[in-house]
């Protein structure tokens, strides 16, 4: 559905991406794990037609996206929930979600997809006329993710979805995102949080230094030894076990 075939990206005479080879399939939820500064966001940007790759190529459902601007790419379905909410903070709720229904392939189902986004999160109903600014980080982040809905993803990408969330909100958030897989959409997740990433996860790839060094199921990589000890911060604990 999705394909990233050797992309290089980066922003100047600074490459951040070196041969990224990446792809996703309807219904999948895949995962970008690794940690800050890697590349992970550059990916998503690239995908999304905010950063112009320097070689390489992006197709959806074998349709080029590289060297399209980032609206006409809206327009095929590929949406992007930025890190960092992004949300117009002195909007209402409402009409920060309206604003996800802005593309033509949107405007007409907007009443339908409000409905079903205020289903998803009952709290967003509930704070309609609520500043986005005023909400928690937690309901921030469901705006954020319900307005990428409004936009009718046939592809959603999350941008780090639990940066700076409260464990409860995190919880709460990843049960929305279990939802939304559940209902059919396909989603591409870039996450710091690598075990929740992982647990929902049916493909992953990890990538260090602007490369891909490891791809293969949630499972997979939740039992690799390398991702434990980095990420999981498992083999700290199973070392610690042993010295006892």
């Keep these: 559905m999705l394909e990233v075939r050797n992309v290089h990206a980066g922003y100047g005479q600074t490459q951040v991406l070196f041969g990224i080879d990446l792809q996703v399939h309807r219904g999948e939820v ?3 794990i690794g940690s800050n500064g890697v590349g992970k966001t550059t990916l998503l940007g690239t995908i999304a037609g905010l950063v112009k790759p320097t070689a390489g190529e992006v197709t959806f459902e074998g349709r080029m996206l590289s060297g399209r601007s980032s609206d006409e790419i809206v327009e095929e379905g590929v949406i992007l929930v930025p890190e960092g909410r992004r949300l117009f903070q002195r909007m209402s709720v409402q009409r920060n979600l309206e604003l996800g229904a802005y593309s033509r392939r949107a405007r007409p189902h907007l009443a339908s997809r409000l409905a079903y986004v205020q289903a998803l999160f009952p709290v967003l109903a509930e704070r309609a006329e609520q500043l986005g600014g005023t909400l928690s ?47 059919g959409t396909t989603l591409l997740i870039v996450e710091q949080n690598v075990g929740h990433a992982l647990s929902i996860a049916d493909r992953a790839y990890v990538i260090q230094n602007g490369r891909v060094v490891l791809e293969g199921t949630g499972r997979e990589l939740s039992r690799n030894p390398e991702v434990q000890r980095i990420y999981l911060g498992l083999g700290h604990i199973k070392k610690q076990e042993t010295n006892r």
């Design 30 to 32: 895949v995962a970008i």
């Design 137 to 183: 980080g937690g309901q921030q982040q469901m705006c954020a993710i319900a307005r990428g809905l409004v936009a009718m993803p046939e592809v959603l990408m999350l941008d780090e979805v639990s940066l700076g969330l409260a464990p409860v909100a995190v919880s709460r958030v990843y049960e929305a995102i279990r939802a939304i897989r559940d209902a």
